[in-house]
């Protein structure tokens, strides 16, 4: 159930539930639109809890996009160039700029950080 799940558990849940590999990048796209768009709205209608605070749908979708950019970084074995935490959080601010607004606002008020959390769950 992708309610009251982190972003990257619930994107983890929900692409397990089919296979993606040899699709075109449009249809990934879309598929990430929809999902980052009902976890959107999930969080606006209080029904989930995230780690991050979205701006909009559209940053939704695009988080959700560099989430499996990342994830492909992390484990697919044919990369040299593995993406490291600096590159998570810079790629974050350049994708989607009011949610890091947002996420930079949150961090006064909080211990962990929820970007690096996300960073090391997918690293394992």
């Not at 989430?67 to 601010?93: Q, R, V, Y």
């Not at 009011?98 to 690096?116: S, V």
Request: aromatic residues 12%; glycine residues 4%.
């Amino acid at each position: 159930m992708i309610a009251n799940q982190p972003m990257v558990q619930a994107l983890r849940d929900f692409m397990a539930t089919f296979k993606m590999a040899g699709v075109e990048s449009q249809t990934v796209e879309r598929v990430l639109e929809q999902f980052g768009g009902f976890f959107y709205d999930l969080i606006a209608s209080g029904e989930s809890k995230s780690d991050l605070l979205f701006s909009d749908k559209k940053e939704a979708s695009d988080f959700a996009y560099l989430l499996i950019m990342l994830h492909t970084c992390k484990h697919n074995k044919n990369l040299e160039d593995k993406s490291d935490l600096n590159w998570f959080k810079k790629s974050t601010k350049d994708l989607c700029p009011k949610t890091f607004e947002l996420y930079e606002e949150d961090m006064k008020n909080r211990k962990c950080d929820p970007l690096q959390e996300m960073f090391h769950f997918i690293e394992a």
